[in-house]
């Protein structure tokens, strides 16, 4: 059975940091290209960061320089390290298996695979 499960998310004050893991089942996990995705209340899910089965990295403008994803194919595990974090990052993080081995296209949520979601909450 393929399965995505999250965890490491909760509250945390503007300035703070967490790290969210994935921990994949049922798939070779580095034969895919891998992504998280956030979803606010009321509003679209947004792909926030991307890792390509080549360790290929590439993050949305609003995280660049405060995310990090990084992947261990070993332990089967894909990570989003997340510092300074701001009120605005309060989301739903939820990660995904993308289709294709590169990242070309997971902004438009290509994925067949995706977790049940972790909450993260950025407040004072």
């Known amino acids: 059975q393929v399965q995505l499960v999250e965890s490491g998310g909760g509250l945390v004050q503007p300035g703070g940091s967490l790290r969210l893991s994935c921990v994949a089942s049922?798939?070779?996990?580095?034969?895919?290209?891998m992504a998280w995705y956030r979803q606010a209340p009321g509003q679209d899910p947004e792909g926030i960061s991307c890792i390509s089965s080549s360790r290929w990295t590439t993050s949305a403008d609003a995280v660049k320089g405060r995310f990090t994803i990084s992947r261990d194919n070993i332990k089967k595990t894909i990570y989003l390290q997340m510092n300074n974090l701001k009120p605005e990052d309060t989301a739903v993080y939820y990660c995904?298996?993308?289709?294709?081995?590169?990242?070309?296209?997971?902004?438009?949520?290509?994925?067949?695979?995706r977790g049940q979601g972790t909450q993260v909450t950025v407040s004072s």
């Open positions: 995904a298996r993308l289709r294709t081995t590169s990242c070309s296209g997971y902004e438009r949520s290509g994925y067949d695979v």
């Open positions: 049922g798939f070779t996990l580095d034969a895919y290209a």
